[in-house]
């Protein structure tokens, strides 16, 4: 068999000379071909498309496959507009013998280029054998819009169609006057988004000529925003796409999916590459060694476009009341380990939240239980991942649950609602928690309520009758008298120096109760100091994380030291609660609710740690910590320092 197909990859002087052979070895066997066997006799044709659904601006190969014997006839084919012929006809034919009988095929094919969305069919390739026609099958190719390119996107412009599209900031599209050889575009599937709604990010590096390698000198800043990373592979698939009419090779190497957690203008800044590249325009023929030079590489510095998104907030029409910023498309499922427990033994309640959105923001539900529950601080679990853009996942929540009396007991459901931006409603998600009966506790604490009004045993303690002596005892001199004995006097004189004693204690005690507040205050003072120390280390050591993550901790530490509650207790409900109490402005409120936001944010984000924004933060917290501490001092106070020399002392911390 003789056969052979044109590559558009393969080429050099090896390639032409096996094409050179195959031909003359073909040529050669048609001329001994006897004339009547050689005549063509048509049997099949097939055509066929490879992949049959495609992208804007992706390629694919379609085949025409005729089947007989003898020198078959090149079958007339009929392109669609939608489709660009990148090469081709592309003609294979091959022949061979069996038991004196040959059998032959010729293959026509083209490499083609989607240019225009929808499903378009290539109709029916058509051979004349003699005097009949035979026309063989039509193929139907899908084409698509890639995940997150909207109209007017690089992706889709069509070849040889006029462009009269601006800039927008954010759609990522390209001016015609800032086409480059080389350029990074950053594009958003969406430009306007409601708080907490997903937000799709991608950076495609568009380059002419052939790129060797890329390092990312700095990755896109996302102030603002929740990031999750959705991984491209390694290396990223290349893809041929027009920009204005010019051909571009197209590597997408960065995917983010953002979650805005404030309102207003958000902007997604740029990301720096630097990209080594070999520039054939370059080249100048000098001499016979020019050629070992041609292949060095040159580098070049690439920018990609900042983007600005509008984050609406959430509508107020509907709003549950104690909503806390959930949205995407939620399922909650809730259940115990047993519904049978004694006294005293422990039950797990287990509540499952899956679904899309923002997996890792969710917050524990409100979980109200009876009076005789004793509820214990849930153990969190969650498990994200990205799929097509989209972050899906779920958190579990585990809370330990102490009976203390028996009976049944009812727990309400778990309840947490939501807002479904593509139905754009608020929703409601309820897990039923099965009754748990509770059954006396057994055992040795039982068996001691068993016995209670049970009369004790009589023991004997002593003989009941004394004997009569019948023989005189010794005698001996009577001891002083009582009234002068040491015994008597101190009897009188101890009761006096207790309380004298107890009085004393009591007022040493009163006093320094009265002092607690002042004790607070330089616990909270130290720690102030040493929070803002730390912070201010770990910045100059380069450790921007460990910085946000001291700051954070810190300012948890310095509030419980000043408000005498316990770290574990002082969630953000507990902490604009205690803080409105005690007469705490909104304010000052709203600036460490916002201090703590941008922590967790560069804490649990790691494309949001930025080292001039902890510097700011660090200054904003040591401002904060010198209101707070001149707010909760009473006025006139003896023991109140001045608010300037707690500024001594926390910038003689720094």
Not at 172 to 178: A, L, Q, S, Y
Not at 391 to 403: A, M, Q, S
Request: proline share 7%; hydrophobic share 35%.
């Amino acid at each position: 068999m003789v056969s052979g197909e044109r590559s558009p990859v393969l080429s050099g002087r090896g390639s032409r000379r096996l094409h050179v052979s195959a031909a003359l070895a073909a040529a050669l066997a048609l001329c001994a071909i006897p004339s009547s066997v050689a005549r063509a006799n048509v049997e099949s044709i097939r055509a066929e498309a490879s992949p049959t659904s495609i992208n804007v601006g992706d390629t694919f190969v379609y085949r025409v496959v005729v089947t007989g014997s003898g020198t078959l006839p090149t079958p007339s084919n009929n392109i669609p507009s939608a489709f660009q012929i990148l090469s081709g006809p592309n003609s294979n034919f091959s022949m061979e013998f069996v038991n004196g009988r040959m059998s032959s095929s010729r293959t026509l094919s083209y490499r083609l280029r989607a240019m225009r969305r929808g499903e378009h069919t290539i109709p029916a390739p058509i051979v004349k054998d003699g005097g009949r026609s035979i026309s063989g099958n039509p193929v139907t190719v899908r084409v698509d819009v890639p995940a997150g390119a909207g109209e007017g996107q690089p992706d889709q412009q069509p070849s040889g169609e006029p462009d009269t599209r601006g800039a927008s900031p954010g759609s990522g599209t390209i001016p015609r006057d800032e086409l480059k050889p080389i350029f990074l575009r950053a594009q958003v599937n969406r430009d306007e988004v409601w708080l907490q709604q997903a937000l799709v990010v991608r950076l495609t590096l568009y380059f002419q000529p052939s790129v060797n390698t890329f390092d990312v000198q700095k990755l896109p800043s996302t102030e603002g925003f929740w990031s999750e990373e959705w991984k491209v592979p390694n290396p990223p698939p290349v893809v041929e796409r027009r920009v204005h009419g010019r051909l571009y090779n197209a590597a997408e190497i960065h995917r983010l999916v953002l979650f805005p957690t404030r309102t207003g203008e958000l902007t997604i800044g740029p990301m720096d590459l630097v990209v080594q590249y070999r520039d054939s325009r370059r080249r100048t023929r000098r001499g016979f060694f020019d050629s070992i030079f041609d292949d060095m590489l040159e580098q070049t510095s690439v920018r990609s476009n900042p983007v600005t998104v509008h984050v609406k907030p959430l509508p107020g029409e509907g709003k549950p009341a104690g909503f806390e910023n959930i949205v995407g498309d939620w399922r909650i499922n809730s259940e115990l380990d047993t519904d049978t427990a004694r006294v005293n033994e422990s039950v797990t309640l287990t509540a499952t939240i899956s679904g899309e959105g923002n997996v890792g923001f969710l917050p524990a539900p409100e979980l109200e239980v009876p009076p005789d529950i004793e509820l214990y601080e849930p153990e969190v679990q969650q498990n994200k991942r990205v799929v097509n853009g989209v972050v899906r996942g779920e958190k579990t929540f585990t809370w330990l649950l102490i009976p203390r009396r028996t009976g049944v007991q009812e727990i309400p459901p778990v309840e947490m609602s939501y807002f479904d931006p593509k139905r754009e409603r608020y929703s409601t998600i309820r897990g039923e928690v099965p009754e748990l009966a509770v059954l006396p506790a057994f055992g040795w604490a039982a068996s001691e309520r068993s016995r209670e009004g049970a009369p004790a045993p009589v023991q004997s303690l002593s003989r009941e009758i004394r004997w009569i002596m019948d023989t005189a005892p010794t005698l001996t001199r009577a001891r002083r008298p009582l009234h002068m004995r040491a015994e008597y006097w101190g009897a009188y004189v101890l009761p006096a120096l207790v309380v004298i004693a107890g009085a004393v204690v009591r007022r040493r005690r009163n006093r320094l109760a009265g002092q607690e507040s002042l004790q607070r205050s330089r616990r909270a003072a130290k720690r102030a100091i040493a929070v803002l120390k730390d912070a201010r280390v770990r910045l100059g050591e380069g450790d921007v994380g460990a910085g946000y993550d001291a700051l954070a901790r810190g300012i948890i530490g310095y509030l419980s030291d000043r408000l005498a509650l316990p770290s574990a207790s002082l969630d953000e409900r507990t902490r604009a609660r205690v803080l409105a109490e005690i007469g705490i402005s909104q304010s000052s409120r709203d600036e460490l609710h916002e201090i703590l936001a941008l922590c967790d944010t560069a804490r649990f984000s790691p494309h949001g740690r930025d080292a001039d924004t902890l510097q700011d933060l660090i200054e904003r917290t040591q401002n904060w910590v010198i209101s707070l501490d001149r707010a909760l001092r009473p006025v006139g106070s003896a023991t109140r320092p001045a608010s300037g020399s707690l500024r001594k002392k926390v910038g003689a911390g720094a």
